[in-house]
Structures are given as structure tokens and as C-alpha cells.
């Protein structure tokens, strides 16, 4: 097979480099022939993979963390909305929670899959915002978790205590807003606190956000949080490390091939951890629209 590996050097605090390094000599090992690119700065991923989508290789792999994947499978479909060729995903962030569906705990379960050649198809998200459509792998979400999101981002210095940091600001000024959504059809009225959107089971990296999820069933698993206290909201934190949160009475689950959002205010999204485009939103399913090395 002849490979083209996109690596983001800064994955995992600047780890990335390192694994790929590391990756391409466990490659060469196995007789696989593939080539590393680096970003040289955000979005240049997703530059890369729509240019390479469509030229002479056996599949694409994306090394980094839920962000990378996320720009090179934009990239991948902006060039070629069929996703002619498969993926690899090769760990080197600090969630990489779309990885545990697939059983890669370390960059080498990840090169065996590969070497394996075993493919499987996958769904993907695809939302439509006002200025723009993407698709997503992971989960995507608004809300309570984009709000601490964007605030994690500004003390990023401060390592894996930024979302502590960001949970704790957003929870001090926490309010509920009216949400409008339609989950196939069906039309609803809350008071919500978050939406996430699920392809897969996990986010930021072990949060159990929807342990019912399947990557190739064809559909997405919606998790919605209604209006909750401070208090309230803080003891629940902890049980999305169990999928306990599931049974709490204001947390509603649907499962959904197209679902539409209207809030009351906009919302910022997050798509697969990056922060883009914001609400009102329509997410359908695209049923085993991407082939990857698992």
C-alpha cells in the first residue's frame, strides 16, 4: 500500500511529531511505504487532505488528536464528497475519544489496524449552519459545553485544568434558554442547557456522553440536558464518565437520522472539539459514508 500520513506536530503538547516518528518507523517495519506531511499551522489539514483526496493513494491517515481527524475528513470530503479512499486514525492528542470506538488505545494498536488493512465503513454527522457545512465524526455539540469549550481555550496554558477552569466560570452564570428541535419530524419545545450530538460513544476522551452509540448503525444519539440547578448540574458532571447522566430526569435521549435546533440565542458549536459555525442547525447522518483502517 502506498500511504500519505497528515500529522499535526502540535497534537498532545507538541507530542506529535514524536509519535509520528515513532509511527513511521513501525510502518517501514511492516513494508508499508508512507509518506508524513506536517501542518504548518490551523486548517492547513484540511488544505492537504482535500488536495491529496483525489490522487494516486491507498488511504489517507490522520495522526493527531479529535481536531486533526476532524480537519482531515473535512478536507477529505470538501475534495471529493464520495471519500474515495479510507482512513487511518493514528492517536497522538490528549482526548482522542473517536479512537476508543475503534479499540486504538496507542499509536501502535493503531499502525497494526492499518498494516491489518482491514476496513470498515463508518457514518459521519453533516450539519448545516447559516454560512457553512461541514461534517463531523465525533459528536457536536451547544450550549453548556460549547460555552466551556471557548472558555477552556483562553487558560489552554494551564494544561488539563482548563475545562476545570472553564466548568467552573460557565457553571456561576449558568441559564437555561428555549430551544425549538424537530428529532425526525417530530417537533419539541425546552428549556435546555446543552445538546450533544453522537455519532460515537465518548468525548474528551473517556466521558461516556452516549454509551448507547454506534459508529455504523446509521444513526446519531442525541443527549440533551434540560434546565437544571448549579448545584444540580455540578453532581451530574461526573456521572457522564458512567452514562449514568442517562438516567437522570432531565437528561433526555433520542436517536435521530436528521434532527433540526432552533435556540432562542444563537449558540456556538463544537464539532469533534473545535469551535465552529453556531446555531440554528439541521444534522443528518450519512450512513456508512467513510471506509477506515479498523
Known amino acids: 500500500m502506498k500511504l500519505l500520513m497528515l500529522t499535526n506536530p502540535m497534537a498532545g503538547r507538541r507530542q506529535g511529531k514524536t509519535v509520528a516518528e515513532k509511527s513511521l518507523a513501525l510502518f517501514e ?24 483526496v483525489n490522487r494516486d493513494w491507498d488511504g489517507i491517515i490522520a495522526l493527531g488528536g479529535d481536531g486533526t481527524l476532524f480537519e482531515v475528513i473535512n478536507g477529505m470530503w470538501q475534495g471529493n464528497p464520495e471519500l474515495p479512499m479510507p482512513l487511518g486514525v493514528l492517536p497522538a492528542g490528549t482526548g482522542n475519544s473517536f479512537c476508543r ?17 482491514r476496513l470498515r465503513p463508518v457514518d459521519l454527522g453533516h450539519c448545516v449552519c447559516d454560512d457553512q457545512t461541514f ?17 477552556a481555550y483562553s487558560y489552554r ?3 488539563a485544568l482548563n475545562y476545570v477552569i472553564g466548568v467552573f466560570l460557565i457553571t456561576r452564570r449558568l441559564q437555561s434558554y428555549f430551544l425549538d428541535f424537530e428529532i425526525d419530524s417530530i417537533a ?13 460513544r465518548k468525548t474528551g476522551g473517556d466521558m ?6 454506534k459508529i455504523d448503525d446509521g444513526l446519531l444519539d442525541v443527549v440533551i440536558l434540560n434546565q437544571v440547578s ?5 453532581s451530574a458532571l461526573p456521572k457522564i464518565f458512567t452514562g449514568a447522566h442517562l438516567r437522570m430526569p432531565e437528561v433526555e435521549h433520542f436517536v ?12 456556538a458549536l463544537t464539532p469533534d472539539g473545535e469551535i465552529i459555525g453556531a446555531t440554528p442547525i439541521t444534522v443528518s447522518v450519512l450512513p456508512a459514508a467513510l471506509r477506515v483502517f479498523g
Open 256 to 267: 435521530a437520522q436528521k434532527a433540526s435546533f432552533r435556540p432562542a440565542a444563537v449558540k
Open 101 to 117: 470506538d475503534l479499540e486504538i488505545k496507542t499509536h501502535a494498536d493503531a499502525v497494526k489496524k492499518i498494516v491489518d488493512a
Open 29 to 52: 517495519q511492516n513494508g508499508l511505504s508512507v509518506q508524513n506531511r506536517y501542518s504548518e499551522y490551523p486548517g492547513h489539514l484540511i488544505e492537504l487532505a482535500k488536495r491529496e
Open 208 to 213: 461516556l456522553m452516549a454509551p448507547e452509540a
Open 157 to 159: 496554558k494551564w494544561g
Open 135 to 151: 461534517v463531523f465524526i465525533n459528536i457536536l455539540g451547544f450550549g453548556f459545553v460549547a460555552d466551556v469549550a471557548k472558555k
Open 188 to 200: 419539541y419545545q425546552r428549556n435546555n442547557i446543552f445538546v450533544e450530538i453522537c455519532n460515537s
Open 230 to 234: 448549579r448545584r444540580r448540574l455540578l
